[in-house]
């Protein structure tokens, strides 16, 4: 199952450039492909927000197979590439299920 809450979008009118909204997308699309391949959640919450100073995409599994997610993956090392690229910050969360927080500055 998955909850996407985007009820904290203050700032709907904020433009990204192409490619943001691309690495971005790519950032999300590894970040789910590791959770079906690698963890055994049965729920997954992804939540978008932005305000005045930025955004911020969090996506978070309920899954206990923390050992399965190997930190030198190709697929977390693309995410962080990307991260650096948009000159974001990019975390992972291994402990209560898989997360992934990454937040994008606005002054990029």
Known sequence: AFNIDSSTI?????KLPAQTKQDIFLIYKEAITNIIRHSDADLVNIKMSNGSHGCQLIIQDNGSKKASYKSSGLGLSNMKMRAEKLKANLSF?????FGVHLDLPFNM
Do not use: C, I, M
Request: aromatic share 0%.
């Open 93 to 97: 969360e291994k402990e209560n299920g």
């Open 10 to 14: 203050k700032n709907p009118n904020k």
